[in-house]
């Protein structure tokens, strides 16, 4: 049983990476405490019975916030949206649910959710795959490299995806970039092309707390 407030299930995918950097993040700004436990994808732990109580979908990642009664949450976007709710109090990361800047953010956030981690998703499936279907690999690669000059546009007066002026770091930010960051894995590996994005990209990497998100698990 986690003795601290908050437990992670998760994994090492661009949709596990986004609540560790934010819980990291929460960390650094506010003391927040937390464990995680990495599932076995391979072994499909995250479709056994115990775990679907968690989360019915069978997917990572999820939270259990042991502070509120034990209250379940997943899906990636979900859990960061919950964690700036309950715990970025001062909101460092996230935006006054009454403002603009919020809505903004929340924008960029189905943007990805919705349009980004599928395509890209898809494109890293097909290229891997034991039969090869040269369509489905120039459909999706394609619409990933379109999506990325959607962000590359937004990115060319603008440090991040929201708020005013140059932007602000945050939960916009933090729920797109892992899986920008593993551009090269499909077949993207010189991204020169966007280049507002590739500063952002840098930009957010250079901060010690997502290189210890990346961390949750352990890289191999």
Same mark, same amino acid.
Request: negative net charge; aromatic residues 14%.
């Given at each position: 049983m986690s003795t601290k407030p908050l437990l992670? $299930?998760?994994?090492?995918?661009?949709?596990?990476?986004?609540? &560790? @950097?934010? =819980?990291? +993040?929460? /960390?650094?700004? $506010?003391?927040? +405490? $937390? #464990?995680?436990?990495?599932?076995?994808?391979?072994?499909? +732990? !995250? /479709?056994?019975e115990w775990y679907l109580k968690v989360n019915p979908n069978g997917r990572i990642p999820?939270?259990? #916030?042991?502070?509120?009664?034990?209250?379940?949450?997943?899906? &990636?976007?979900? @859990?960061? =949206? $919950? =964690?700036? !709710?309950?715990y970025d /109090?001062?909101? /460092?990361? &996230?935006?006054?649910?009454?403002? #603009? +800047?919020y809505n903004e953010a929340l924008q960029w956030i189905f943007f990805a959710h919705g349009g980004i981690g599928p395509m890209q998703g898809q494109a890293g499936h097909f290229i891997r795959a034991d039969e090869k279907i040269p369509y489905a690999i120039n459909r999706y690669v394609e619409e990933t490299k379109r999506l990325y000059s959607v962000l590359d546009t937004r990115l060319a007066d603008r440090e991040y995806l929201a708020g005013p002026g140059k932007g602000t770091y945050s939960?916009? #930010? @933090?729920?797109?970039?892992?899986?920008?960051?593993?551009?090269?894995?499909?077949?993207l590996e010189d991204i020169s092309q966007f280049p507002h994005l590739s500063a952002w990209l840098e930009r957010i990497r250079a901060r010690p707390q997502v290189e210890a998100g990346l961390d949750v698990p352990p890289r191999t």
């Open positions: 992670l $299930y998760t994994a090492g995918t661009p949709n596990g990476r986004k609540p &560790s @950097i934010f =819980l990291e +993040e929460l /960390k650094s700004a $506010y003391g927040l +405490e $937390y #464990d995680y436990r990495a599932l076995a994808l391979g072994k499909n +732990e !995250q /479709k056994e999820a939270l259990v #916030d042991h502070n509120r009664n034990d209250f379940k949450v997943f899906e &990636s976007a979900a @859990i960061l =949206l $919950y =964690l700036a !709710q309950h /109090k001062e909101r /460092k990361f &996230s935006f006054d649910p009454a403002s #603009d +800047e939960i916009a #930010d @933090i729920n797109v970039w892992p899986w920008v960051n593993l551009h090269g894995y499909v077949n």
